[in-house]
């Protein structure tokens, strides 16, 4: 079945650090969503993307939908304690429309 | 507007025993999806209800069911429980699937399952 590859697994990273992940597949996507999750909840959206090119920021974060509608990026500027987590990103199939998810990237600040 | 509500929050069972988990999606959303969450893994696709209907199924035993009411809120049934069954429980309200952006998910806080 279709699969979205989602890098890095896992981050480590200094307070103040940028951080980028990416999400990739070989299929085309109509949308794509990249959500946060705190330990013990549910993942909140971030960003949403539903044009190719598209670029959108949300504070400190950016997340920008790929030119070839295979792929899809967030970046963090500046870290903040608080933004760790993992996020996700969840790409809507445009062939059937259906959603699909990355195995999600664990971001985690080094003391 | 009041967010995705999800029922019990927390529960307990033992093997072999079933539970229903309860999921009220956010006000005018129609479509529920489902998922489960182990430690250190990704979402897990349950299934997704849509005016009732089940619209589609992930790769899960049929001793998971679920069901959805006129008034959108949705149920999810797990029978003749396992230890692997313990994780995170996840729903997710959309306004109407595969149709661009109203496929937008927003989740609830998720109910936590532990099988002893």
């Known amino acids: 079945g279709q699969q979205l590859n989602q890098s890095p697994q896992s981050m480590f990273i200094q307070e103040g650090e940028d951080v980028s992940m990416n999400c990739t597949s070989s299929?085309?996507?109509?949308?794509w969503l990249w959500y946060k999750q705190d330990p013990g909840e549910g993942p909140v959206l971030l960003i949403a993307l539903y044009k190719a090119g598209e670029l959108t920021s949300n504070g400190r974060l950016t997340a920008q939908f790929g030119t070839t509608r295979k792929d899809s990026f967030l970046n963090i500027s500046a870290s903040i304690p608080s933004d760790v987590g993992i996020y996700f990103c969840?790409?809507?199939?445009?062939?059937?429309?259906?959603?699909?998810w990355g195995a999600g990237t664990k971001l985690i600040i080094k003391p | 507007k009041a967010g995705v509500t999800q029922t019990p929050r927390y529960l307990i069972k033992t093997r072999g025993q079933q539970v229903t988990l309860s999921c009220s999606p956010i006000s005018g959303h129609r479509s529920v999806s489902w998922y489960q969450q182990t430690p250190g893994q990704g979402l897990q696709f349950l299934f997704e209800?849509?005016?009732?209907?089940?619209?589609n199924k992930g790769n899960f035993p049929g001793r998971f069911s679920g069901r959805q009411f006129s008034n959108s809120r949705s149920e999810m049934n797990v029978s003749t429980l396992e230890l692997g069954d313990s994780a995170l429980y996840l729903c997710a309200s959309s306004s109407a699937p595969g149709t661009g952006n109203q496929e937008t998910q927003y989740f609830g806080p998720g109910t936590r399952l532990l099988v002893l």
């Open positions: 299929s085309i996507f109509n949308t």
């Open positions: 969840a790409g809507q199939l445009a062939s059937n429309y259906q959603l699909i």
């Open positions: 209800y849509f005016s009732e209907t089940q619209r």
